[in-house]
């Protein structure tokens, strides 16, 4: 979960919805998008990051909604800019493919400088939260996090005379921000763990593209196999209405009118690992009056038709919720001179890698560039908005369906990809969580070979020397800070400004006995008299070895109990002698005659922890908790592992 208060004011003053990113980018540089000009740059830019980012997402499954760019005229502080906002749902890698995308734009323009939020607010900073700087707070964040020339960027506040950050100042406009990094951008590159932090999180793209897909076999009726040959990204559509299908939405697949199982044919469908992961977790048997029947569980193509069936679902549902719109809208926006010039330009950047036009790899190019354009590219004011019903209804007009050449195909599918990477292991898990907290994946016989116990002794007391506020504690990352340090004399002297200089002789016995007695104030004013006159007559010294010499008599009195001998003492030459002297004693001397031995801090400190952890029996716990949370992690314990095995045995 992230920092609470990191929620931004999204664009004309509301935040953006729950699971959707938004997107601005402004033009730097002092031109500021304002007046005709200004319009036509952003509108240039916009059409020409469309066509350089065509390849890309030409080919992307969105899980709810398009990377789009609008242009957005001034509004209030707001400058005119080139925005969007895309909902990811359930699929967070759309909204960090989003960010990579923008980071690309201001790359190759760099004269733009982009914002991005969501409804968290600025999750750039919360997936770089250990790196921040600790001026940098929700409350100051704002107008302050930005993409400029491809890199990331922080707008610190003003400082004052002291050469210290003016925590007080309000945070700085868009126009004011855009100045700063039009003039002074080099001094506002983010620190190298921040910028790394986040570049780790969108390093890959764009082969992580591929990466993200999973292709798996269906028994489909031909008409949704035809209509996915056009516009592969409906199925994300499809998978969403059978993934939030209601009993309303059921009632349209009793007859099926739209899809019957008459005609269906084996596929490969391309979805991403969040559709497929949705679609086949799910439980759900067809209505018998459907038409739609499944196999025995252990038939080999029982997955493939139970996958079908439940796409199948899904389409009937978008078609049964169409508006019926003209099927006619789709080719009016291909026709018009927009769409040409988009075509046009994307011949320029070898778009269609020399396919020759009419073949059926370049049909396949052209149909996903449709497809991108129609999401993406088109004006508002251009086009009517088109249900996912309307678009497949549209399709099935304006396509021939040819079941004997689907046959054939089916006849020779390539295999399907492996879904293991639906089950997580353990051990998987743990390396997943390693992988993003940044530490090494060694083995589990390196770690136990390398490991050294004063790791854990040396975080804990990094720990314990950090500051604690009502924000929580700081978790050091490494051990090499400097020690604990603590002056005696000084507390001394601060403790008896508190408590007066007969602090010494007050116990908590003492305080009973105030409680128990009634003092008048004439006995108050007697004592205060009294402890005037000895303020005068102690000297600091002599106060301090009073002092002094009580702690010492405390831990003589402390070592005879049993909490004193649970301790880990240092060895010390004088023990054996100690010991033959603690035998020829009576059993009333105690430690008065002897020395007494210093307690070994750090091994107490690993011992008990140790302890505390063999006690988790490898489940989670306040130990490892507070450990891995500073960066250690403990083997498992062997003696514990060997004993489970013995009582197998």
């Known amino acids: 979960m992230p920092p609470p208060g ?62 789009r760019l609008r242009y957005a005229p001034p509004r209030g502080e707001t400058p005119a800019h080139l925005g969007g906002r895309t909902a990811f749902g359930e699929n967070v890698e759309d909204e960090w493919f989003v960010v990579y995308l923008v980071r690309e734009i201001t790359r190759e323009f760099p004269g733009l400088a982009a914002s991005i939020d969501d409804n968290d607010g600025e999750f750039l900073l919360i997936e770089a939260a250990d790196f921040l700087p600790k001026w940098l707070n929700p409350e100051n964040s704002e107008n302050r996090v930005f993409f400029y020339k491809g890199e990331l960027h922080i707008i610190p506040p003003s400082e ?76 994300a559509a499809a998978v969403q209405a059978f993934y939030l299908r209601d009993p309303v939405d059921l009632r349209a697949c009793r007859t099926f009118r739209t899809f019957p199982p008459d005609e269906r044919v084996m596929t490969l469908v391309t979805f991403t690992k969040c ?34 069936m439940k796409l199948a679902h899904g389409f009937e549902i978008l078609c049964s919720k169409c508006s019926k719109a003209s099927p006619d809208s789709k080719r009016n926006v291909l026709s018009g001179p927009l769409w040409e010039r988009f075509l046009r330009s994307l011949k320029e950047k070898s778009y269609f890698k020399g396919e020759m036009e009419g073949s059926a790899k370049y049909m396949e190019l052209l149909h996903m560039a449709e497809d991108y354009f129609q999401q993406s590219v088109t004006e508002p004011e251009s086009s009517v908005e088109t249900s996912p019903g309307d678009e497949i209804l549209a399709l099935l007009q304006t396509t021939t369906i040819d079941l004997k050449e689907f046959e054939r195909e089916a006849a020779c599918l390539p295999p399907e990809d492996d879904d293991s990477w639906l089950e997580i292991t353990p051990d998987h898990l743990d390396q997943m969580l390693k992988e993003v907290r940044s530490e090494s994946l060694a083995s589990s016989n390196e770690e136990e070979q390398n490991y050294d116990l004063e790791t854990v002794a040396e975080s804990m007391k990094a720990f314990v020397s950090k500051v604690s506020t009502h924000e929580g504690a700081e978790m050091p990352w490494s051990s090499d800070e400097s020690h604990v340090t603590f002056d005696v004399d000084s507390f001394t002297k601060a403790l008896d400004r508190i408590l007066g200089a007969d602090s010494e002789e007050l116990d908590s016995d003492d305080l009973d006995e105030e409680e128990e007695f009634d003092f008048s104030d004439e006995d108050d004013e007697d004592l205060d008299a009294e402890n005037q006159t000895q303020d005068q007559e102690v000297s600091p010294d002599e106060l301090i070895g009073s002092l002094k010499s009580y702690m010492k008599e405390m831990d003589r009195e402390l070592a005879q109990t049993n909490v004193g001998k649970s301790f880990i003492t240092q060895k ?50 306040p130990t490892s908790n507070i450990l891995q949370s500073m960066g250690v992690y403990l083997p498992e314990n062997a003696d514990n592992t060997a004993s489970s095995k013995g009582e197998t045995k």
Not at 586 to 610: F, K, Q, R, Y
């Open 572 to 621: 010390q030459e004088a023990s054996s002698v100690k010991g033959a002297a603690s035998q020829n004693a009576g059993p009333d001397s105690g430690a008065e005659g002897s020395e007494l031995t210093p307690v070994n801090v750090d091994m107490n400190l690993v011992a008990n922890l140790l302890e505390s952890y063999s006690a988790q029996s490898g489940l989670a716990g």
């Open 275 to 308: 559709l497929y992961a949705q679609l086949v977790q799910q439980k759900f048997l067809p209505d018998k009056r459907s038409g739609y029947t499944l196999p025995l569980p252990s038939d080999p193509q029982y997955k493939a038709y139970e996958l079908g």
């Open 6 to 67: 990191w929620a931004t004011e999204g664009l004309g003053g509301a935040s953006p919805p729950e699971d959707a990113v938004r997107y601005r980018l402004f033009a730097a540089a002092g031109r500021g998008g304002h007046g005709a000009g200004g319009e036509a740059l952003l509108r240039r830019c916009g059409r020409a990051a469309a066509v350089r980012l065509a390849p890309l997402l030409s080919a992307y499954i969105w899980q709810r909604e398009p990377f």
């Open 160 to 235: 004052t005379n002291e050469q210290e950050w003016d925590l007080s100042a309000a945070s700085p406009t868009i126009s004011e921000a855009l100045t700063l990094l039009a003039t002074r951008s080099e001094e506002f590159l983010a620190a190298e763990p921040i910028r790394t932090a986040v570049y780790k999180r969108i390093s890959g793209y764009p082969e992580k593209i591929q990466a993200s897909f999973h292709r798996a076999h269906c028994y489909l009726p031909a008409g949704i196999v035809a209509v996915l040959r056009q516009r592969p990204s409906l199925v």
